[in-house]
């Protein structure tokens, strides 16, 4: 072994002790629905806190209500604001979670319908979610809905004392849902099929269309095909 060879040994092995001295952190979702008091979500963090939990992520953005004082999101209630401190002095962490891609606003749906993802056969997820109510995705080829989702992102990042902003349903929708829920939803997915086969909307087609020269909207047995 050469000197070069035994210190890329050496940095190996003290990453590894280091990593294997690193402490997991345990953290708990939690939603903002329920109402209560300042003594009842104090109750909660001390019991979570004595069980081992570091931190929690409560859900601040359910695609259609705020749950802090938001100046883009219709606001349900300032919960974020009343547990933030709370948690902190528990000894918590707190991270935001939010929703990304679906959105259940009805100004934005009728404002702006092209912001939605398309499915192959055309049909907008504004008005025709796959699966259930909720999955009214929008695009996330679309400029104006990256802006959309980035802004939402940089007025929580703002919010003093926040550790963190976790970003959920960042993706399209399911073009296949795991095989466990097809009993649930009435479903059989051998294969990919249009009303389920997303990222059809104008902006994408002609993002494919100028790299490889077609409109996917014209393939046949779109899910066999190689881009």
């Known amino acids: 072994m050469n000197r070069r060879e035994f210190a890329l040994l050496a940095a190996a092995l003290a990453s ?5 001295q690193r402490k997991t952190k345990n953290f708990a979702w939690i939603t903002l629905e329920r109402d209560q008091p300042e003594d009842g979500w104090k109750r909660d963090f001390a019991r979570m806190r004595s069980a081992g939990i570091d931190g929690v992520i409560p859900e601040v953005y359910d695609g259609r209500h705020a749950y802090w004082g938001s100046s883009r999101h219709p606001v349900k209630a300032e919960r974020l604001e009343l547990l ?49 109510d909720y999955y009214r995705f929008l695009d996330p080829a679309h400029p104006e809905v990256r802006a959309f989702i980035r802004d939402t992102v940089k007025e929580l990042a703002a919010i003093n004392g926040l550790a963190g902003v976790h970003l959920d349903y960042i993706r399209h929708p399911d073009a296949i849902l795991p095989k466990g829920l097809w009993a649930k939803y009435g479903l059989v997915q051998d294969r990919v099929y249009p009303e389920y086969d997303y990222g059809y909307t104008m902006p994408s087609r002609e993002v494919f269309k100028r790299k490889l020269g077609v409109d996917p909207m014209s393939l046949t047995g779109a899910d066999q095909h190689d881009a």
């Open 16 to 20: 590894t002790g280091a990593a294997s």
């Open 84 to 132: 933030l401190p709370l948690a902190r002095e528990a000894g918590l962490e707190v991270h935001a979670w939010m929703w990304c891609m679906p959105c259940l606003q009805p100004e934005i749906i009728a404002r702006h319908p092209d912001w939605y993802n398309v499915n192959a056969r055309g049909e907008s997820a504004a008005d025709k979610p796959a699966y259930v």
